[in-house]
């Protein structure tokens, strides 16, 4: 089953909002997981390490302000994209090591923004 | 972490062995080889890793040479379910959460 979990799955917004996405480990502690975005045909792109406690660390190129993460809990992080516009639409997907350095990925969250 | 080559896509018959090759020529003593695949509109599924052995669970076996500059994921007996994008990926421990997608290999299962 399913050990790091999204929700939502789906969502469509309006341009101009915001929207928040969600990551869980389920049944392990996670103090850092990872915010990835994946464009139509294309390979997953890092956007951000996302810590316990501190603050996120974003990779180059990608807008500290535009998305928000926070991981408040040993076993949740959200993905807040503010503002949002049609060229965010895209499909985000989290990850999260469980003991062994085993690194496992949650089902994704598509975004359409209208 | 070191770079991987793979081909872009391959096909295979239903039932038969897909192998898949990766090429990791700069890998170093300390980074781990990684498979995940991505079924369409899905998540990435987490295959096997390995460091220098020869690694098999109930869904594929790894293979990977002893210089380890390459290696190949063996899917002994294909489905159509395992129609999907395959990425292999080198890691060091210390960053192993942190994995870097190349372009991956999109295998075609056909009956």
């Known amino acids: 089953g399913a050990v790091v979990s999204q929700h939502p799955s789906w969502v469509i917004c309006k341009s101009g909002t915001s929207v928040k996405i969600e990551c869980r480990s389920l049944?392990?502690?996670?103090?850092?997981m990872f915010w990835y975005r994946q464009f139509p045909k294309q390979s997953l792109m890092l956007m951000a390490t996302?810590?316990?406690?501190?603050?996120?660390?974003?990779e180059q190129g990608v807008e500290k302000d535009k998305f928000l993460i926070n991981h408040a809990s040993l076993t949740l992080s959200t993905l807040t994209v503010t503002s949002a516009h049609p060229e965010d639409s895209s499909f985000y997907i989290c990850?999260?090591?469980?003991?062994?350095?085993?690194?496992?990925f949650g089902e994704g969250s598509w975004l359409t923004v209208v | 972490d070191a770079k991987t080559t793979q081909p872009p896509s391959m096909d295979c018959a239903e039932g038969r062995a897909a192998n898949l090759p990766c090429n990791h020529s700069?890998?170093?003593?300390?980074?781990?080889v990684y498979w995940y695949r991505q079924i369409h509109s899905q998540g990435p599924q987490y295959i096997i890793h390995?460091?220098?052995n020869n690694e098999t669970n109930e869904m594929a076996s790894l293979i990977i040479t002893e210089d380890r500059k390459s290696s190949t994921l063996i899917l002994p007996h294909a489905t159509l379910r395992d129609t999907a994008v395959y990425y292999c990926?080198?890691?060091?421990?210390?960053?192993?959460?942190?994995?870097?997608f190349g372009t991956g290999t999109r295998l075609q299962v056909t009956l």
């Open positions: 990850s999260a090591a469980r003991q062994g350095n085993t690194i496992y």
């Open positions: 049944d392990f502690q996670a103090t850092t």
């Open positions: 996302s810590n316990e406690g501190s603050k996120a660390t974003y």
């Open positions: 700069t890998i170093s003593g300390n980074e781990y």
């Open positions: 390995g460091l220098k």
């Open positions: 990926i080198v890691t060091d421990t210390g960053t192993a959460s942190k994995l870097t």
